[in-house]
């Protein structure tokens, strides 16, 4: 029997074909990595290029803007692409000194830009059929590339965020030596540290890929929407084997399809507004006004972080991120592993107040035993109060997310159990005994300098390891300085 995305996919496109609906659904597949390749959980749809009979698992990241290819053998087995005088060197996280970071490497990638003359194609990794094409596609096969999208069966990344963030390198020619955009100081345990030797080149701002196509087909009238949603089954993967592509328990809705399909009509849609930075549009920025517990009697506000979020960049949702973090401090969450099952139902969700469009404000719910499942199993961090608030991946577990880039919004739209396919084992999380050896572990990572009840929530809390995750090194996440891929003319064109 074919996977219940599947189903929803072929009907979907079968009422484009009859005229009834515009836009595209596509298949998404689901990977775990292992620890040793980061830990990370991502939803990936299968590209291939032209010529090239193999697919490339190609994360999906609202968190960056390129459209970045792994292998750089591509270079020879592609056909009908053409060099650009245009590169990428883009590292991720803090600097790295040599010798003095033991078992330490930077997050990095270095490429050059391609042009497709061909056919990029979407496929369905159940059936092998190609569900859409994207069409005279720039995009980067990398020279050099050390980062968690190009571990385990990930071939790449997909990022779908806003034309600001995408920055090129112009090259002096298009046979110039792209390896040497990397400065190598050294190597640790076989990882190369370095840094971009980019700061002599000409930076110019590139049109981001999703964002030009969704605008240009809005303008020729293929769709009305410039919007896109993701879906995940999320408890249908929980247990799934590490480093192994799981077909088809996610999907992306491009166009109208984001705001109207099966679980879009079937939640309470609440949108989000996403400020913007001097006038640019650059991430999915969110502003939490505060976080409520009813069944604890306790609200968190002041989060003047998110109201810097142009300097900060500390509030968003992230698709490329594998775990949630919420500013409160670290005693909330191990409040969380320190109380029964029963308390926790009966204490109810945690509720985030967000502000939405026209001075609205919208209110998410998370089970607080959900919450606890969650931390235990390192997708939950208490940051401390003015530490990061991220609705990263685990977010798909209770929500439907729709990103319409033409009102720059995002909508959360609930998935009540009964509609969203979700398993009671994962709704109801852990047996917790307050004795958890995974929750010590990442309370070493995130130790703040004060522990607080909920009674204490007024007092401010540093944290001081900062407010990221042990495997946050690797992230993607790009908000203003990602240097991002030229423009990709992506044509949702559904291929009978």
Request: glycine share 8%.
């Given at each position: 029997m074919?996977?219940?995305?599947?189903?929803?996919?072929?009907?979907?496109?079968?009422?484009?074909?009859?005229?009834?609906?515009?836009?595209?659904?596509?298949?998404?597949?689901?990977?775990?990595?292992?620890?040793?390749?980061?830990?990370?959980?991502?939803?990936?749809?299968a590209?291939?290029?032209?010529?090239?009979?193999?697919?490339?698992?190609?994360?999906?990241?609202?968190g960056?803007?390129?459209?970045?290819?792994?292998?750089?053998?591509l270079?020879?087995e592609?056909?009908?692409?053409?060099?650009?005088?245009?590169?990428q060197?883009?590292?991720?996280?803090?600097?790295?000194?040599?010798?003095?970071?033991?078992?330490?490497?930077?997050?990095?990638?270095?490429g050059q830009?391609?042009q497709?003359?061909?056919?990029?194609?979407?496929?369905?990794?159940?059936?092998?059929?190609?569900?859409a094409?994207?069409?005279?596609?720039y995009?980067?096969?990398?020279?050099?590339?050390?980062?968690y999208f190009c571990?385990?069966?990930?071939?790449?990344?997909?990022?779908?965020?806003?034309?600001?963030?995408?920055?090129g390198?112009?090259?002096?020619?298009?046979?110039?030596n792209?390896?040497?955009?990397?400065?190598?100081?050294?190597?640790?345990?076989n990882?190369?540290?370095?840094a971009?030797?980019?700061?002599?080149?000409?930076?110019?701002?590139?049109?981001a890929?999703?964002?030009?196509?969704?605008?240009?087909?809005?303008d020729?009238?293929?769709?009305?929407?410039?919007?896109?949603?993701?879906?995940?089954?999320?408890?249908?993967?929980?247990?799934?084997?590490?480093?192994t592509i799981?077909?088809?328990?996610?999907?992306?809705?491009?166009?109208?399809?984001?705001?109207n399909?099966?679980f879009?009509?079937?939640?309470?849609?609440?949108?989000a507004?996403?400020?913007?930075?001097?006038?640019?549009?650059?991430?999915?920025?969110l502003i939490?006004?505060s976080?409520?517990?009813?069944?604890?009697?306790?609200?968190?506000?002041?989060?003047?972080?998110?109201?810097?979020?142009?300097?900060?960049?500390?509030?968003?949702?992230?698709?490329?991120?594998?775990?949630?973090?919420?500013?409160?401090?670290?005693?909330?969450?191990?409040?969380?592993?320190?109380?029964d099952?029963?308390?926790?139902?009966?204490?109810?969700?945690?509720?985030?107040?967000?502000?939405?469009v026209?001075?609205?404000?919208?209110?998410?719910?998370?089970?607080?035993?959900?919450?606890?499942?969650?931390?235990?199993?390192?997708?939950?961090?208490?940051?401390g109060?003015?530490?990061?608030?991220?609705?990263?991946?685990?977010?798909?577990?209770?929500?439907?997310?729709?990103?319409?880039?033409?009102?720059?919004?995002?909508?959360?739209?609930?998935?009540?159990l009964?509609?969203?396919?979700?398993?009671?084992?994962?709704?109801?999380?852990?047996?917790?005994?307050?004795?958890?050896?995974?929750?010590?572990?990442?309370?070493e990572?995130?130790s703040?300098?004060?522990a607080v009840?909920?009674?204490?929530?007024?007092?401010?809390?540093?944290?001081?390891s900062?407010?990221?995750?042990?495997?946050?090194?690797?992230?993607?996440?790009?908000?203003?300085?990602f240097?991002?891929?030229?423009?990709?003319?992506l044509?949702?064109?559904?291929?009978l």
């Amino acid at each position: 029997m074919p996977p219940r995305e599947s189903t929803i996919v072929k009907t979907a496109m079968a009422s484009v074909d009859a005229g009834d609906a515009q836009g595209v659904a596509l298949p998404l597949n689901y990977v775990v990595l292992s620890a040793n390749e980061g830990d990370t959980q991502q939803l990936a749809v299968a590209l291939r290029l032209p010529g090239v009979e193999k697919d490339q698992n190609v994360m999906i990241d609202t968190g960056s803007s390129p459209l970045v290819f792994c292998d750089k053998s591509l270079i020879e087995e592609a056909v009908n692409i053409t060099k650009t005088d245009y590169a990428q060197c883009n590292k991720y996280g803090g600097e790295l000194s040599c010798p003095n970071d033991p078992s330490a490497g930077d997050s990095f990638y270095v490429g050059q830009v391609f042009q497709g003359q061909g056919n990029i194609t979407a496929n369905n990794a159940n059936t092998g059929k190609v569900i859409a094409s994207m069409d005279e596609t720039y995009f980067v096969i990398s020279s050099k590339v050390q980062n968690y999208f190009c571990d385990g069966p990930l071939n790449g990344i997909f990022g779908v965020e806003y034309s600001v963030a995408n920055r090129g390198h112009k090259l002096p020619s298009p046979d110039f030596n792209i390896l040497s955009l990397w400065n190598q100081s050294c190597e640790i345990d076989n990882k190369s540290v370095g840094a971009c030797n980019t700061a002599n080149m000409t930076s110019v701002n590139l049109p981001a890929s999703l964002e030009q196509t969704l605008s240009e087909n809005v303008d020729s009238g293929i769709i009305s929407a410039e919007a896109f949603g993701l879906y995940c089954d999320y408890a249908a993967t929980i247990g799934s084997k590490v480093d192994t592509i799981v077909p088809s328990l996610g999907i992306f809705f491009g166009g109208d399809m984001a705001l109207n399909n099966t679980f879009f009509n079937s939640g309470t849609p609440q949108v989000a507004a996403t400020p913007n930075c001097w006038g640019e549009y650059v991430s999915y920025f969110l502003i939490l006004k505060s976080i409520r517990v009813p069944g604890l009697n306790m609200t968190q506000s002041g989060f003047s972080q998110c109201n810097d979020y142009c300097s900060n960049a500390q509030c968003y949702t992230d698709s490329g991120t594998s775990y949630l973090s919420v500013p409160l401090p670290q005693s909330e969450c191990n409040g969380l592993v320190n109380t029964d099952d029963d308390t926790l139902k009966k204490m109810g969700s945690m509720l985030l107040d967000i502000e939405g469009v026209n001075g609205n404000t919208i209110t998410l719910s998370l089970p607080l035993l959900w919450l606890a499942e969650q931390y235990v199993t390192h997708r939950l961090f208490c940051t401390g109060t003015s530490g990061d608030f991220i609705l990263g991946f685990p977010i798909f577990q209770h929500y439907y997310l729709a990103y319409d880039m033409g009102s720059k919004t995002v909508t959360f739209v609930d998935l009540p159990l009964s509609n969203a396919n979700e398993t009671e084992a994962s709704a109801d999380g852990p047996a917790l005994d307050g004795n958890n050896e995974s929750s010590s572990e990442s309370n070493e990572s995130l130790s703040s300098t004060e522990a607080v009840d909920g009674s204490e929530l007024g007092v401010t809390i540093e944290s001081s390891s900062g407010t990221e995750s042990p495997s946050s090194g690797n992230h993607v996440h790009s908000t203003i300085g990602f240097l991002a891929v030229g423009s990709l003319l992506l044509a949702f064109q559904y291929i009978l």
